[in-house]
């Protein structure tokens, strides 16, 4: 099936959940926000919400630092 995924097309096979796109993107659940669809999820609904076809995914990275 076909998602965009932070903007761009991305082909992932069908019956994923966020927490398995995640992992296959390897990607540590806790550094990241995810956007299904325009929502954000809960890091509690990663592995209990399905990825479907169409769908808008958006990853944002947690960067740590901060002013000096």
């Given at each position: 099936?076909r998602?965009?995924l932070?903007?761009?097309?991305f082909?992932?096979?069908a019956?994923?959940?966020i927490?398995?796109?995640?992992?296959?993107?390897d990607?540590?659940?806790?550094?990241?926000?995810?956007?299904?669809?325009?929502v954000?999820?809960?890091?509690s609904l990663?592995?209990?919400t399905?990825?479907?076809?169409?769908?808008?995914i958006?990853?944002?990275?947690?960067?740590?630092g901060g002013a000096?």
């Amino acid at each position: 099936m076909r998602i965009m995924l932070n903007g761009e097309p991305f082909e992932l096979e069908a019956g994923r959940t966020i927490a398995q796109l995640l992992g296959q993107l390897d990607i540590d659940a806790r550094r990241v926000a995810v956007e299904h669809n325009l929502v954000v999820l809960r890091r509690s609904l990663y592995d209990t919400t399905p990825v479907q076809d169409g769908d808008e995914i958006e990853i944002v990275n947690f960067v740590g630092g901060g002013a000096q």
